[in-house]
């Protein structure tokens, strides 16, 4: 799937992430808070211009295993405030994910929603793809929250299936078929 960019939503700007992001990327991936129920961790100014530079070349799905992680622009603040995922994770049984994260600055008004909805239409209009899933840990209520905002259905409750940061961790897992897609445009 190659895409012509950047891709407009109501409010945003979404695009591959380049060099010059680098002050807008560290402003978020380097707060503790973004990363409670994320596996990574925050990072330092140089570790984020090493993921920086990996996340540029990131601007197309190809083959199922591959991840599209786009910047998410806010023109109205000139600049980048979070990054929206979609993961490609089964070609023969199309299958994807998606995932989001916002800069604290910015929560609360509905971009992770608006984003989120822009990676749904790219797997499925997209890709094709005829299920969509979302995780997150159960304590990550504005994680399900946007998940149910989106439409998408708990399919499932695991309860302490990993050590997460030193404890054990539950997961929610949330989907939306293409047909439930549809229903709700
Ligand atoms: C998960 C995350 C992206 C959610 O961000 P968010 O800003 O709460 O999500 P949304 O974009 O859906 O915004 C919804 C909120 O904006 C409000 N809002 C204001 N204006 C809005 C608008 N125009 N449209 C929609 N919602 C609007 C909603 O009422 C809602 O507020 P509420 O939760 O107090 O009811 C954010 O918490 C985050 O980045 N967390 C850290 C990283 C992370 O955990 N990512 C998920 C990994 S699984």
Known sequence: MRLDYPLITGRLLLRPFEPTDLDDFHAYRSRP????????????????????????????????GQRLTLAIHLPEAGRVIGSAMLKW???????????????????????????????????????????????????????????????????????????FKGEWGDLFVYAMLAEEYRATR
């Open 89 to 163: 994770r089964s070609e023969s049984n199309r299958q994807g994910e998606i995932g989001y994260s916002l800069d604290p600055e910015f929560q609360g008004r509905g971009y992770a929603s608006e984003a989120a909805r822009k990676m749904l239409e790219l797997g499925f209009d997209g890709l094709g793809l005829h299920r969509v899933v979302a995780e997150c840990d159960p304590r990550n209520e504005p994680s399900w929250r946007l998940m149910e905002r989106l439409g998408m259905r708990r399919e499932a409750h695991f309860r302490e299936l990993e050590v």
């Open 33 to 64: 808070e973004v990363f409670r129920y994320l596996y990574d961790e925050p990072v330092s100014r140089e570790e984020c211009a090493d993921l920086l530079a990996k996340l540029v070349a990131d601007n197309e799905l190809t083959g199922e």
